[in-house]
Structure formats: C-alpha cells, structure tokens
C-alpha cells in the first residue's frame, strides 16, 4: 500500500448557534454528547479559541454557552459529515428541549 492509497479522514466543519432560551446548560450537554457519541469520528467544539472533546460532557459544559453562542463543530472522520447533521439537528430542536426554542 503506498501512501497516497491511505484515504485521509474527512474533516468537516460547521458555525452553529445556541438557540434555546436557557443555553447549553447540563441536560442540553447530555443530550448532544449522548448523540455524538454514536459516530466514530472525533468531535470538537471551539469557542473563542478554546477547543474541546464534544464528547465529553464536562468538555461541553466549560463552554458556558448562552442562547446566542456561535459555537464551531468540528468533525474528523468517516462519519464525519452524519456527525456535523446530528449536530446542527440537535441545535435547531433546542438540544431536544423544543420548547426552549423560541421562534
């Protein structure tokens, strides 16, 4: 196998922003972490410059990020482009809390 045979891992990238009401608080987090760790790909999230494991709910947690937040979601991996739709679904529904979301 020669190296340019080797596929590199896709990585993607998408702005999402926090949209319900109360912000990305402790059950938001378990309800994103909980769907990112489906996918095999890493994730991150970065805000302000700080980068963390999207998959960690303690990682997700020190963002402290309020209902308007611009958040970058980073995924790299095979899976990586079903990562970033679970993500942005999950923004747009309020992190499941649709009631939260005020349109």
């Known amino acids: 196998m020669t190296k340019s045979d080797k596929k590199k891992p896709l990585v993607m990238r998408r ?3 926090v949209q319900n009401e109360v912000g990305l608080h402790a ?3 378990k309800n994103l972490v909980s769907v990112l760790n489906k996918f095999d790909s890493e994730i991150f999230i970065e805000k302000d410059g700080y980068r ?3 998959k960690s709910i303690i990682g997700v947690l020190t963002l402290a990020a309020v209902k308007g937040t611009t958040l970058v979601v980073i995924a790299e991996g095979s ?3 079903e990562a ?3 993500a942005e679904e999950l923004f747009a ?3 499941g809390e649709e009631d939260q979301v005020k349109k």
Request: hydrophobic share 50%; glycine share 6%.
């Open 93 to 95: 529904n309020g992190f």
């Open 84 to 86: 970033l739709d679970a």
């Open 15 to 17: 702005k999402m922003v």
């Open 27 to 29: 059950r938001p987090a």
């Open 79 to 81: 899976d990586a482009e």
């Open 52 to 54: 963390i494991n999207a």
